[in-house]
C-alpha cells in the first residue's frame, strides 16, 4: 500500500490506537480474561442504564419518534431542538449568556478535538504573518487521545507541573504559572477538567487565570469538560462550571453512560460554532442524532444535573475511595504516590526511582492479565528528558471493585519484585 503523508501518519501505531485496541480485545474476550485498568470505558451504572432503557421504550412507544430519530439527518450544527434546551438549561442554571448559535454538536468529542486543534494551530497566516502555530498543554500530562490529531508534526507544546506532596503518598499537579510564557506561536490552550490521566480538578482560579492569559493574547482556552461539570459531573472538589465568549467548552454524553452513541457537544462564540458546523458538513455530513434523542428529556427538564450530582458523581467517589484504600494498603513501603483523585475514572501512580519504564512495568502486568497504559503517552508536546514521565501510569476504577482489587495487588507484587530485583525480568 503506497500512502500519502497524511496516510501514513493516520495510520502509525499510536498510543490512543493501543488503548483502544486493548480496550477492544478485552471486552471482546469476556470478563474474566483481563483485569481491564486501561481504557476510560465509563462504568454501567444501573440507574443510568435503566433511565435511558425506559427512554428508549418510549421513543419506540411515541409515534414516529424513533422513525424520525434514525431516518432523517439533522443539520450540520446538529439536532436543534436539543441545542435549544441545551442552551436555555445552562442560561438558566449558570447565567451563561448563549443561546442555540454557541452550541455545536459532534459524533463524540475526541472529533470536536480534531476540528478544534487543527483549526487553531498548524501553517497558516494568523492575522497577515504566515507562521505554524501550536496548541499549549499548560499543564503536562494531559490526555493521551489527543497527542496524534495534529494534521502537521511539531503541533503541540506543554509545560510541567508544579508537584505538591499532600502527605507521603499522595501528590497534587498544579499550573506552573510562573513558567507559563505564551508566545506568538500559541494559537489555543487547552486543559482536559478533570485531567485525563491525573484526576486533577483545575481550580477555579487556575480557570480564570488561563482565560485571562489566552484572552490577552487573543487566542481561546479550550476546556474538555468530558468528566466535568455540570454533567457529567465526575467531580469530587468544589468546581464551578465556567464559560465565557473566550473559552471552547468541550463536553461529551460518553461519560454520562452513551459512549456508544458518540456524542460531543462544543459550547462557544457564534465564529467558532459555525465553523464546527462547516467541518462537521465536510466531514461527516451531520452528527448522528440518537444520543441526544436519549437525552432531550433530561436535559429539557434538567434532571441531567441531579442524576449526575446525585447518581453519577457519588458512584464513582465511592470507588475511587475504594480503589486509593486498596493502593496505599497493597503499596504499603513500596514507594507509590498516588495523584489527588479530585474527578475522573482513573488514578494517577508515580513509582518514583522504579528502575524500568513504565512502558516496561505496562508489558509485564499485561503478561499478568491485567491491562494499564504507561504513562509517557500522556506528555504530548513536551521534549526533553523528565524522569517523571517515565515513573508514572493511569489505572482506570471504573470496573468492578472486584477487577480493580485484584489488578492493584498483582501490580504491586510485581512493583515489589522490580524493586528488590533492579530491572531484571523474572
Ligand atoms: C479527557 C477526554 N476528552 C475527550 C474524550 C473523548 O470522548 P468522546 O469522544 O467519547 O466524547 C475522552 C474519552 O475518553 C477523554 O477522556
Known sequence: MKLSAFGRKFTRNSGILRLMDDLGSAISAGSGKMLMLGGGNPAHIPEVQKYFRTRMESIL????????????????????????????????????????????????????????????AGKGSYGGSRIRRKILFPLAPEYIGYADMGLSDDF????????EMLGSQIFKYHVDFSNL?????????????????????????EIM?????????????????????????????????IWNENIVMCMSLSKLGLPG??????????????????????????????GVSLAYDIVASGKIISISRDIIRPFYQAKA????????????????????????????????????????LY????????????????????????????ECIRLTYAQDDGVVRKGISIMADEVRKIRRTGNKSR
Open 321 to 360: 475511595e475504594t480503589a486509593v484504600s486498596h493502593i496505599q494498603r497493597e503499596f504499603k513501603d513500596c514507594g507509590c504516590c498516588i495523584h489527588k483523585p479530585e474527578g475522573a475514572l482513573f488514578l494517577w501512580l508515580w513509582f518514583k526511582g522504579l528502575p524500568i519504564s513504565s512502558m516496561e
Open 61 to 120: 412507544a411515541n409515534g414516529k419518534e424513533f422513525e424520525q430519530t434514525i431516518g432523517d439527518y439533522d443539520g450540520p450544527q446538529g439536532e436543534n431542538g436539543f441545542i435549544e434546551v441545551l442552551a436555555e438549561l445552562l442560561r438558566k442554571e449558570y447565567g451563561w449568556k448563549i443561546g442555540p448559535e454557541n452550541i455545536a454538536l459532534t459524533n463524540g468529542s475526541q472529533t470536536a478535538f480534531f476540528f478544534l486543534f487543527n483549526m487553531f
Open 181 to 205: 510564557k505564551v508566545s506568538g506561536e500559541i494559537g489555543a490552550i487547552c486543559v482536559s477538567r478533570p485531567t485525563n490521566p491525573t484526576g486533577n480538578v483545575l481550580t477555579d482560579d
Open 261 to 290: 452513541l458518540r456524542t460531543g457537544i462544543v459550547i462557544a462564540n457564534r465564529k467558532i460554532i459555525s465553523s464546527i458546523s462547516a467541518m462537521n458538513a465536510i466531514f461527516s455530513l451531520a452528527p448522528g442524532g440518537f
Open 363 to 390: 508489558e509485564r502486568l499485561k503478561k499478568r492479565g491485567v491491562l494499564i497504559v504507561p504513562g509517557n503517552y500522556f506528555f504530548p508536546g513536551m521534549d526533553g528528558s523528565w524522569k517523571h514521565r517515565n
Open 156 to 163: 503541540f507544546a506543554a509545560r510541567k507541573p508544579g508537584i
Open 209 to 241: 487565570n488561563l482565560s485571562d492569559i489566552a484572552g490577552s493574547h487573543d487566542i481561546p482556552l479550550i476546556i474538555d469538560n468530558a468528566y466535568g461539570t455540570p454533567f457529567p459531573n465526575i467531580i469530587f472538589t468544589d468546581a464551578k462550571p
